[in-house]
């Protein structure tokens, strides 16, 4: 049974920082690319950030880069999305997603946790 469980979320004022957190179990992580997505209210689920299953390639919507940084540890089966400099449109549900790398789609998913920034 695949699981990926966020934490991490919370409230935080505009210009701070939080550290999300995604726990994986279940599959082979270190085969798998990860991401982090957001959803906020009325608004598309959005693409913030990936890793490549090494963790030596990221890539970042427009909007978080300079200010969010993903990462991932192999040994504990753990990918993670430290956000800075936080702004009120950054407010979301946060999710973390597997994807395979024989098809290279995000097939596994979190449950989320709550970002948000007060202005």
């Known amino acids: 049974q695949v699981q990926l469980v966020e934490s991490g979320g919370g409230l935080v004022p505009a210009g701070g920082s939080l550290r999300l957190s995604c726990a994986v179990s279940?599959?082979?992580?270190?085969?798998?690319?990860m991401g982090w997505f957001r959803q906020a209210p009325e608004k598309e689920r959005e693409f913030v950030a990936g890793?490549?299953?090494?963790?030596?390639?990221?890539v970042y919507v427009d909007s978080v880069k300079g200010r969010f940084t993903i990462s991932r540890d192999n040994t504990k089966n753990s990918v993670y999305l430290q956000m800075n400099s936080l702004k009120a449109e950054d407010t979301a549900v946060y999710s973390c997603?597997?994807?395979?790398?024989?098809?290279?789609?995000?097939?596994?998913w979190g449950q989320g946790t709550q970002v948000t920034v007060s202005s």
């Open positions: 997603a597997a994807k395979s790398s024989r098809t290279s789609k995000y097939m596994y």
């Open positions: 279940g599959l082979p992580f270190s085969s798998y690319g």
């Open positions: 890793i490549n299953w090494i963790g030596d390639n990221t």
